[in-house]
T-cell receptor, first 115, second 115 residues
Framework: GAVVSQHPSRVICKSGTSVKIECRSLDFQATTMFWYRQFPKQSLMLMATSNEGSKATYEQGVEKDKFLINHASLTLSTLTVTSAHPEDSSFYIC???????????FGPGTRLTVL | QKEVEQDPGPLSVPEGAIVSLNCTYS??????FMWYRQYSRKGPELLMY????GNKEDGRFTAQVDKSSKYISLFIRDSQPSDSATYLCAMSSSLSNFGNEKLTFGTGTRLTIIP
């Protein structure tokens, strides 16, 4: 199989704090990982694409200084939401593309609530 | 106009019925088409993956792509209550080992199978 995990699954934080979300490919190497956010009853919106060992590519309108992405290894990417605000509350989902294949495998998501 | 249009539903059908889910798109460059299933508060799970036009069958699921009409479908035969979920279509213009290929998602259709 191709299993992707995310940690934490749910986080509640105060406004102004930073939150780090981890995305791990458990049984395969992922040269590319993607970060999405999903608002209730809406589709997935791509935030950024990260390749192992290089800087992430952010989608238009996504602040790279606010959403810090680090793809330090072939099995781990992290998303840090800096100085979180209530409007950052959302469901954040990562996906990983297995090296040498075309398909993306999604993590279970992290629900962020900023008070 | 959105690149990918998908009826958000909700769609309710009785158990055992055939379900038809559809997406239309405007970007003629799309060549790779996917269907994902997303249960509530979970990440999407890849169901079907097709390239270019044609049909693909996997158990109770059949995916159809009509590039001339820019129309894709997912059929579910002998629907079960466990099929109740949100179904997202996704598509891409290119997939490679090196590119930062992006998936464009539909908004998702909420499906409920009534026992």
């Amino acid at each position: 199989g191709a299993v992707v995990s995310q940690h934490p699954s749910r986080v509640i934080c105060k406004s102004g704090t930073s939150v780090k979300i981890e995305c791990r490919s458990l049984d395969f190497q992922a040269t590319t990982m993607f970060w999405y956010r999903q608002f209730p009853k809406q589709s997935l919106m791509l935030m950024a694409t990260s390749n192992e060992g290089s800087k992430a590519t952010y989608e238009q309108g996504v602040e790279k200084d606010k959403f810090l992405i680090n793809h330090a290894s072939l099995t781990l990417s992290t998303l840090t939401v800096t100085s979180a605000h209530p409007e950052d509350s959302s469901f954040y989902i990562c996906s990983a593309r297995r090296a040498g294949t075309d398909t993306q495998y999604f993590g279970p998501g992290t629900r962020l609530t900023v008070l | 106009q959105k690149e990918v249009e998908q009826d958000p539903g909700p769609l309710s059908v009785p158990e055992g019925a055939i379900v038809s889910l559809n997406c239309t798109y405007s970007n003629s460059a799309f060549q790779y088409f996917m269907w994902y299933r997303q249960y509530s508060r979970k990440g999407p799970e890849l169901l079907m993956y097709t390239y270019s036009s044609g049909n693909k069958e996997d158990g109770r699921f059949t995916a159809q792509v009509d590039k001339s009409s820019k129309y894709i479908s997912l059929f579910i035969r002998d629907s079960q209550p466990s099929d109740s979920a949100t179904y997202l279509c996704a598509m891409s213009s290119s997939l490679s080992n090196f590119g930062n290929e992006k998936l464009t998602f539909g908004t998702g259709t909420r499906l409920t199978i009534i026992p």
